[in-house]
């Protein structure tokens, strides 16, 4: 069983941040050790056995320091079980087929190869207007982009409880 697991996370409005929250939940139920931390406050991976990386999607990527934190640390990631997560399709069904297949920015995919990711999940995101500013609420206006919470808590607990199980062999 893993000693401790990092679950490093980008959100910009919380939503992406209260799914690796609950996947922590779901981990230290299992009795894994488990730190859940802002992405940007994560400075060393030595400690931690395993690593859970949660991105929130805008406009169609990742926010830009999981990008380059996966860049950085692509060797070390190699060497260790490494599970993602992308949050933010919103619109009712399944968050892959609403990106078209779309799991990670293609333009990652090199580095997705080198540190081979037990598991790549899509979540849906929470769309909340109210949260935005003038020209976030312009573009999701114009794209019809559909508002709401469309987060499925039955499938992200599902996927923590699959993590754990790996986690524990």
Do not use: C, H
Not at 55 to 65: E, F, L, R, T
Request: glycine residues 10%; aromatic residues 10%.
């Amino acid at each position: 069983m893993a000693n401790k697991v990092l679950i490093a996370y980008d959100s910009k409005y919380g939503a992406t941040q209260e799914i690796a929250e609950k996947v922590g939940e779901v981990l230290k139920k299992d009795g894994i050790t488990v730190d859940v931390v802002p992405l940007k406050n994560v400075k060393k991976l030595d400690g931690y056995q395993a690593v859970i990386i949660g991105s929130a999607v805008y406009i169609g990527q990742w926010y830009k320091p999981t990008t380059k934190f996966l860049q950085k640390n692509e060797k070390t990631l190699a060497a260790m079980p490494v599970w993602i997560f992308s949050a933010g399709p919103s619109g009712k069904g399944d968050p892959v087929e609403l990106l078209k297949g779309w799991k990670y920015p293609p333009m990652l995919q090199s580095v997705i190869d080198t540190i081979k990711p037990r598991d790549t999940a899509v979540f849906g995101g929470n769309l909340n207007v109210d949260k935005m500013k003038g020209l976030e609420k312009w573009i999701v206006n114009r794209v019809g982009g559909e508002v709401g919470d469309f987060r499925d808590w039955e499938m992200i607990n599902a996927w923590a409880k699959k993590v754990a199980g790996a986690l524990k062999k």
